[in-house]
């Protein structure tokens, strides 16, 4: 059913029927940018408790040189788990988010007497063929996923230089090191490059 686009000219009914689908996408709006600020506050969160137990792990009660093996694979697993954050927040939920807000957009477009709320703040600092927005969130999540894995690499650099351990305990963490920068990569591209084009469409 086809409705008319100006105010004066739209039935009641008819505008009920609008004003309610607008009102849930904006319930649908807040609920995933709630569910995306939590994910947010516990990557932090996340990156913050790797970093406590990497200096308790790290220095012992004098100071000195204690568990580095052990704080490497601590920094290994924050950094996995704050990946796993990463693909819940922009992969996951971001999507659903732009799908509702794309919807409220349209609806913006077609009907005139609608404010254009999503119109503007699409608008907002944004590029042809390009989501600022997102790729600034990107970065977040690549540097706090980033920060645990550096750590984690020099924490094995001072255990081998310090203790002259064999290669061949450390190849495998240097392994999970190299494997956790290729994933840091691939999340970076799939969360900003592959999703503009998505949303295109």
């Known amino acids: 059913m086809a409705f008319p686009q100006d105010l004066d000219a739209i039935k009641k009914d008819d505008f009920e029927k609008v004003w309610k689908i607008v009102q849930e996408c904006g319930e649908e709006e807040r609920h995933f940018n709630q569910l995306q600020s939590i994910y947010r506050g516990l990557a932090s969160t996340w990156l913050l408790a790797t970093f406590g137990a990497v200096g308790y792990l790290q220095f012992g009660k004098e100071g000195q040189q204690s568990h580095p093996e052990a ?4 920094c290994f697993a924050g950094a996995f788990g704050i990946a796993l ?3 819940l927040d922009l992969d996951v939920y971001h999507r659903l988010l732009v799908a509702v807000f794309n919807e409220g957009r349209k609806l913006e477009g077609h009907f005139s007497f609608l404010p254009r709320f999503r119109t503007n703040m699409e608008n907002i600092g944004r590029k042809p063929g390009s989501d600022l927005i997102r790729k600034r969130l990107a970065w977040y999540y690549a540097g706090t996923t980033s920060a645990p894995v550096a750590a984690g690499i020099f924490s094995l650099g001072m255990a081998f230089y310090s203790r002259h351990y064999r290669c061949e305990w450390y190849s495998f963490l240097l392994l999970a090191a190299v494997i956790a920068c290729l994933v ?18």
């Open 71 to 74: 704080a490497a694979a601590v």
């Open 184 to 201: 840091i990569v691939w999340l970076f591209r799939r969360t900003t490059d592959k999703q503009d084009t998505q949303d295109k469409q």
């Open 85 to 87: 954050i990463w693909i």
